[in-house]
């Protein structure tokens, strides 16, 4: 099966802890993103790495850091979670072959911050 | 930098009717394209379909299709013979290349509730 593959589902953690959210692609994509939603449903992009540049948007702490190993795994680190950071998070990948750069989904991971 | 939105936050039909919903675009860019998704109620989000802005036909992938009104910056979906699995949220979306990097923008989305 080819897909965009996030574990875990749900995480639910204190304030202070770290997290790490895991993303695995297998449709040979060289290009991967980490997006936040809210409550709100709002879609913010957060990271987009490809051929090892990774591309950071602006507005997003510094807690945050993306870890990858190979083109198809984008890992998501969070050092020291605040409550503000409660929400999904969505990987996604394309293909810089591809015309239209479409973008694929993962199912997304809860993080809910006590 | 470019921007995406759609005003309506949410719109109720009742089954078998055709909706549209509205999506408005700010971009610099000559050609660009522009994308709809649907996230539903799992969470799942998947890609409906898309327009080439070079291109003057309206896309259509089944019962979806798209009025692009390209002198209003207009991208709207229209979905015909609503079913109740089109409940969802729909994202519409547009490419930017920014920092070397392609990346969508995304509007805000509007829920669509498909009645019985």
């Known amino acids: 099966e080819t897909a965009v593959f996030q574990t875990p589902n749900y995480h639910v953690t204190q304030v202070g802890n770290e997290v790490s959210f895991n993303c695995k692609q297998t449709l040979g994509h060289d290009t991967m993103y980490w997006y936040k939603q809210d409550s709100k449903k709002l879609l913010k992009i957060m990271f987009s790495y490809n051929n090892k540049q990774l591309i950071v948007n602006e507005t997003v702490p510094r807690r945050f850091s993306p870890q990858s190993s190979d083109k198809a795994h984008l890992n998501l680190r969070i050092k020291s979670v605040e409550p503000e950071d409660s929400a999904v998070y969505l990987c996604a990948s394309s293909s810089t072959r591809d015309t239209y750069a479409e973008q694929f989904f993962g199912p997304g991971t809860r993080l809910t911050v006590l | 930098a470019q921007k995406v939105t759609q005003t309506q936050t949410s719109i109720s039909v009742m089954e078998k009717t055709t909706v549209t919903m509205d999506c408005v675009y700010e971009?610099?860019?000559?050609?660009?394209?522009l994308f709809w998704y649907k996230q539903t109620a799992s969470g799942e989000i998947v890609f409906l379909i898309r327009q080439d802005s070079y291109k003057k036909e309206n896309a259509t992938v089944g019962h979806y299709s798209l009025n692009f009104q390209k002198p209003k910056s207009s991208i709207g979906l229209i979905i015909t013979a609503t079913q109740i699995e089109d409940s969802a949220v729909y994202f519409c979306?547009?490419?930017?290349?920014?920092?070397?990097?392609?990346?969508?923008?995304f509007g805000s989305g509007t829920q669509l509730t498909v009645m019985p």
């Open positions: 971009t610099q860019d000559s050609s660009y394209f």
């Open positions: 979306a547009m490419r930017e290349f920014s920092s070397g990097s392609w990346q969508l923008i």
